[in-house]
């Protein structure tokens, strides 16, 4: 989960991509995911997150994350992004990104619990 602040009055393509590295030697992983946030008002409590399975982590973090990072994009330019450990290189930049294990809390069961929390999504375009 990350909170962000927006200074537009509305916001719309507020695109944030996740990186999480989990995994030693053959088994390190570099799990990726994104989300484009919509009708984002001004302010400062905004949360957007990514939820990985359990067992995603079990079978290749061996229930550890090394690293994670976070990169906010508003209108296809980067505006901000955050690492933990702190990071001044984008280490996920040398890596293979596997997509597909990281999903938005409206792909989860967790969505009924805190839809209010998390911002609006922009769904596919037909």
């Given at each position: 989960e990350v909170q962000f602040e927006s200074d537009p009055d509305w916001a719309d393509d507020v695109q944030l991509k996740y990186y999480v590295l989990a995994g030693k030697?053959?088994?390190?992983?570099?799990?990726?995911?994104?989300?484009?946030?919509?009708?984002?008002?001004?302010?400062?409590?905004?949360?957007?997150?990514?939820?990985?399975?359990?067992?995603?982590?079990?079978?290749?973090?061996?229930?550890?994350?090394?690293?994670?990072?976070?990169?906010?994009?508003?209108?296809?330019?980067l505006v901000d992004q955050l690492s933990d450990p702190a990071a001044r290189e984008g280490w996920w930049d040398k890596f293979t990104p596997v997509p597909g294990y990281l999903l938005s809390p409206q792909e989860t069961p967790w969505l009924p619990v805190a839809s209010e929390r998390f911002e609006a999504i922009k769904g596919p375009r037909p």
């Amino acid at each position: 989960e990350v909170q962000f602040e927006s200074d537009p009055d509305w916001a719309d393509d507020v695109q944030l991509k996740y990186y999480v590295l989990a995994g030693k030697g053959k088994e390190q992983r570099l799990f990726t995911g994104e989300v484009t946030h919509i009708n984002v008002a001004k302010g400062t409590q905004h949360y957007s997150a990514m939820f990985m399975h359990p067992n995603t982590l079990k079978r290749y973090g061996g229930g550890q994350v090394d690293q994670v990072a976070v990169r906010l994009f508003y209108q296809g330019k980067l505006v901000d992004q955050l690492s933990d450990p702190a990071a001044r290189e984008g280490w996920w930049d040398k890596f293979t990104p596997v997509p597909g294990y990281l999903l938005s809390p409206q792909e989860t069961p967790w969505l009924p619990v805190a839809s209010e929390r998390f911002e609006a999504i922009k769904g596919p375009r037909p």
